[in-house]
């Protein structure tokens, strides 16, 4: 029997490391195999906010590659897979993104599930947004990307940054089509 295809996760350095770890757990538990692409800036902001190597986040994932690995099946179009998110998304790697530079595994992955038009989640994290970034993210999103910035839903009440970041993580397996339960939607139960 054939393994079933990952869902690709790259985390770049930008702030939001523990939306990614959450993402990675979820995806755990949701028995959902992962392929994961660290990229070298993300590593110290793992340890910084998440408390984390690159490397502890292996027990998370069924296979983990170097951003420096261009052999990896991630990097071919030929290889299925059944989405990728980039989980905090940095302003560089969204501009690579777009502007079609793949040099490195992550934004070669990307720029693959781009051109096999299968979904790419890009979680930017950056405030206020700098008019570079919202022109590459706009120029993403006509190419079919979504871009799911790390907005809280205040509707929900969240009570702890645990909650926020739930959602965040739970808002991105819903576009990768994961089911979870890492949020209750609006009014959800309601009649």
């Known amino acids: 029997m054939e393994e079933q295809p990952p869902i690709v996760v790259g985390v770049s350095g930008a702030s939001g490391a523990p939306i990614a770890v959450r993402v990675l757990?979820?995806?755990?538990?949701?028995?959902?195999?992962?392929?994961?692409?660290?990229?070298d800036g993300a590593r110290a902001v793992l340890a910084e906010e998440a408390g984390r190597s690159d490397r502890e986040l292996d027990a998370l994932v069924a296979h983990r590659y170097a951003d420096s690995d261009f052999t990896a099946p991630i990097a071919s179009g030929s290889r299925r897979t059944r989405g990728m998110v980039v989980v905090p998304?940095?302003?560089t790697t969204a501009a690579k993104i777009a502007l079609g530079l793949a040099d490195t595994l992550l934004t070669r992955a990307?720029?693959?599930?781009l051109k096999e038009r299968r979904p790419l989640v890009l979680v930017p994290r950056e405030t206020p947004f700098p008019t570079t970034l919202l022109e590459h993210l706009a120029s993403l999103s006509r190419q079919g990307v979504?871009?799911?910035p790390p907005s809280p839903a205040y509707y929900l009440h969240p009570a702890t940054v645990e909650d926020v970041t739930n959602f965040v993580a739970g808002k991105v397996l819903d576009?990768?089509?994961?089911?979870?339960?890492l949020y209750r939607g609006w009014k959800a139960g309601a009649a």
């Not at 990307?110 to 599930?113: D, E, P």
């Not at 576009?175 to 339960?181: G, K, M, Q, S, T």
């Open 110 to 113: 990307a720029l693959v599930h």
């Open 146 to 148: 979504v871009i799911l």
């Open 89 to 91: 998304c940095s302003d």
């Open 25 to 39: 757990e979820a995806l755990r538990d949701a028995r959902v195999p992962v392929s994961l692409v660290v990229s």
């Open 175 to 181: 576009h990768l089509a994961v089911p979870h339960e």
